[in-house]
């Protein structure tokens, strides 16, 4: 399995204990994120991160920013990115479950980092559904 990760300066000290419990199950990470704390704009490392998920160059996507909604809404730009914000296990497991999500987004300041550990490995070990949700997820893309 490969991840991509991005962050900007509010998410890097959630990316580092990540990335160190990724590579701990053994899982290749690609870091698109900021390792520094000063000031960046999230734009600058989300795009590198939906662009390997939309490409398939990497199995899922982990995002990291204050709020996590602005990564959320730069990620779901992108063609068959489903970038879903979460900030509870639960709600991980059925963005995965019910919407497919190939992204997790994370807001650092709402979320502690063991959280995020147990969201992360939720967002991994949960399966699609599929039936009835596929026809859910069939209807995102709308093309105008």
């Not at 160190?20 to 000063?38: P, W």
């Not at 994370?106 to 147990?118: H, L, M």
């Amino acid at each position: 399995m490969k991840i991509a990760i991005g962050n900007d300066h509010a998410g890097t000290d959630y990316k580092f204990a990540v990335v160190k419990y990724l590579k701990e199950k053994n899982i290749e990470v690609e870091n698109f994120g900021t390792d520094e704390a000063s000031s960046v704009d999230y734009p600058d490392f989300v795009h590198p991160v939906a662009k390997a998920v939309h490409n398939k160059e990497v199995d899922f996507g982990i995002l990291i920013c204050g709020s996590g909604n602005g990564v959320a809404m730069t990620a779901n730009k992108y063609a068959d990115v489903r970038a879903g914000l979460c900030w509870t296990k639960e709600i991980v497991a059925l963005t995965r479950a019910h919407n497919n999500a190939n992204i997790l987004c994370v807001p650092a300041r709402f979320t502690a980092i063991q959280q995020v550990i147990e969201m992360v490995e939720t967002f991994l070990n949960t399966e699609f559904e599929g039936g009835r949700h596929q026809n859910r997820i069939d209807k995102i893309s709308l093309h105008c």
